[in-house]
């Protein structure tokens, strides 16, 4: 007993002493503010902690950021948004009760603001899910309304884009050395025979990011290169992993050689190895930028605040924050954030950052056509799942079949020719069918791979001629 009452009073007299620094309760929050966001944590604090010191000097008020965690990551958010909005008695002024929108891909922003898509999710609002607003940024001209093809803001100024990212190659020097390998400059360098079981891959149809990274090889090379080129880089991958951040991963453990990866997912890794043993390449002319936006919600609780930080996010003050080195002026206090500023200028200071692009250079990336890549997303989804992904096993018995049998080149290109012409997915992409027939569909499509991958193996291994190419069905 003796020995606890010494123990309680050291505390005690601690905290007569140095109570005042170690507790610091937050200031009373004047004013509030609601979020959703897929966003890391790193990203919530530093422009939590940012907004605060905007709001405050700005206003002399403090305000409290209230992140909504629903649970998940973009897709939950979605659906919390649709059940929330369907209750939502709008015609009386009322909302969902979130302000801001912060993060994800510009899908679901743009899908907010669509008419026909609010229709067929069961909700009737023909001025869609966001509210018009035009920061100070964009009405001047600062930060573009596009870049290389892709729009960074909304027409109406309903989303704008907070910040890019952009696709490239993340490959292990030390590994490709010792290997024997060329060091990978082309998407089409992971579909060659040197990097059979070497690449890693995330599942297309559980990664909108690796999705992206096919669309982009489709559009950027062509409809029937690129097809051959996703086949084969994916005969190269032992597995398709869950995700797409899995990719620096398993490159930075030597478990893969290379992969395709977004420059926000290699930049840490790559700041943490150095480049004596991680690499992050662009395919020169065949990436892309992609937005990721923000926007404020119609009839949100908290207009004011919520156009404030819209400001404070599109700012140089908020811009920095994505874009610089972690404790140098003007930039973030605890987190990296390894993220492409959408204002222009900066990057045409000498600012320190880890970002290993520059979106804005020419000749980096292609005009990419997002409405085409919308429109057939979810076709494309279907037929890489039963024409690679479910088949994948047969696709690696024939690729290494062909390899073996010193057939690459000719039995590879046989390998990825598509399922059918481009014009026929556009078709098909906008055909409305029954449950059953695309069940029917799919499992004709799988047949027909399976079909066609285990021709090119046996082929490779008899000798005989490549197999006669008939297109997959299409009813």
């Known amino acids: 007993m003796r020995y606890l009452w010494s123990i309680l009073l050291v505390l005690l007299l601690l905290g007569v002493a140095?109570?005042?620094?170690?507790?610091?309760?937050?200031?009373?929050?004047?004013?509030?503010?609601?979020?959703?966001?897929?966003?890391?944590?790193?990203?919530?604090?530093?422009?939590?902690r940012g907004f605060k010191d905007y709001w405050r000097k700005k206003t002399g008020r403090e305000v409290q950021l209230d992140w909504w965690d629903v649970g998940g990551g973009s897709g939950e958010i979605r659906r919390f948004i649709l059940e929330k909005a369907r209750q939502a008695e709008w015609e009386k002024g009322d909302g969902i009760g979130v302000d801001i929108f912060f993060g994800g891909g510009?899908?679901?922003?743009?899908?907010?603001?669509?008419?026909?898509?609010?229709?067929?999710?069961?909700?009737?609002?023909?001025?869609?899910?966001?509210?018009?607003?035009?920061?100070?940024?964009?009405?001047?001209?600062?930060?573009?309304?596009?870049?290389?093809?892709?729009?960074?803001?909304?027409?109406?100024?309903?989303?704008?884009?907070?910040?890019?990212?952009?696709?490239?190659?993340?490959?292990?020097?030390?590994?490709?050395?010792?290997?024997?390998?060329?060091?990978?400059?082309?998407?089409?360098?992971?579909?060659?025979?040197?990097?059979?079981?070497?690449?890693?891959?995330?599942?297309p149809t559980r990664s909108g990011a690796m999705h992206l990274f096919f669309e982009v090889m489709l559009q950027a090379q062509g409809w029937d290169d690129g097809w051959g080129v996703i086949v084969r880089m994916s005969a190269n991958a032992p597995a398709f992993n869950e995700g797409a951040g899995s990719v620096p991963r398993d490159v930075s453990i030597g478990q893969a050689v290379a992969g395709p990866c977004l420059d926000f997912y290699a930049a840490a890794p790559v700041r943490r190895q150095g480049a004596t043993h991680?690499?992050?390449?662009?395919?020169?002319?065949?990436?892309?930028?992609?937005?990721?936006?923000?926007?404020?919600?119609?009839?949100?609780?908290?207009?004011?605040?919520?156009?404030?930080?819209?400001?404070?996010?599109?700012?140089?003050?908020?811009?920095?924050?994505?874009?610089q080195k972690r404790e140098t002026p003007g930039g973030p206090l605890k987190f990296d954030l390894e993220r492409l500023p959408v204002l222009k200028e900066l990057y045409e200071r000498d600012l320190p950052t880890h970002t290993v692009a520059q979106p804005f250079?020419?000749?980096?990336?292609?005009?990419?056509?997002?409405?085409?890549?919308?429109?057939?997303?979810?076709?494309?989804?279907?037929?890489?799942?039963?024409?690679?992904?479910?088949?994948?096993?047969?696709?690696?018995?024939?690729?290494?079949?062909?390899?073996?049998?010193?057939?690459?080149?000719?039995?590879?290109?046989?390998?990825?020719?598509?399922?059918f012409d481009e014009a026929t997915v556009l078709k098909l992409a906008g055909r409305k069918t029954s449950i059953?027939?695309?069940?029917?569909?799919?499992?004709?499509?799988?047949?027909?791979?399976?079909?066609?991958?285990?021709?090119?193996?046996?082929a490779a291994e008899s000798g005989a001629p490549p197999p006669d190419y008939q297109p997959a069905p299409t009813e």
């Not at 390449?281 to 119609?298: E, H, K, N, Q, Y």
């Not at 279907?382 to 690459?408: F, P, S």
Request: glycine residues 8%.
């Open 278 to 323: 991680l690499e992050f390449v662009f395919p020169t002319g065949l990436s892309v930028v992609t937005p990721d936006p923000i926007a404020i919600f119609r009839n949100a609780p908290h207009p004011e605040v919520a156009t404030a930080f819209v400001d404070f996010v599109l700012s140089e003050e908020g811009q920095r924050l994505w874009y």
């Open 18 to 48: 140095f109570g005042p620094e170690l507790i610091q309760p937050e200031p009373h929050a004047d004013d509030t503010l609601v979020l959703l966001s897929p966003h890391w944590e790193g990203i919530g604090h530093e422009f939590g």
């Open 361 to 419: 250079a020419e000749g980096q990336a292609f005009a990419y056509d997002e409405k085409k890549g919308g429109k057939r997303w979810g076709f494309l989804e279907e037929l890489l799942r039963t024409t690679v992904i479910e088949v994948h096993e047969d696709i690696k018995a024939a690729w290494c079949a062909a390899i073996k049998a010193n057939r690459a080149g000719e039995l590879g290109e046989i390998l990825g020719r598509p399922p």
């Open 436 to 458: 059953s027939q695309q069940n029917e569909l799919r499992r004709r499509w799988m047949g027909w791979a399976r079909s066609r991958y285990q021709a090119v193996r046996r």
């Open 106 to 203: 510009s899908r679901d922003y743009a899908n907010f603001c669509d008419e026909s898509w609010l229709t067929r999710n069961e909700l009737n609002l023909p001025n869609g899910l966001l509210e018009p607003y035009s920061p100070p940024e964009a009405s001047d001209g600062r930060i573009p309304a596009e870049v290389l093809g892709q729009k960074l803001r909304d027409p109406q100024g309903r989303w704008h884009a907070a910040c890019m990212s952009s696709s490239g190659i993340v490959y292990n020097r030390l590994v490709c050395e010792r290997a024997g390998l060329q060091p990978p400059t082309t998407w089409a360098d992971l579909g060659h025979p040197s990097y059979y079981g070497w690449v890693s891959l995330g599942d």
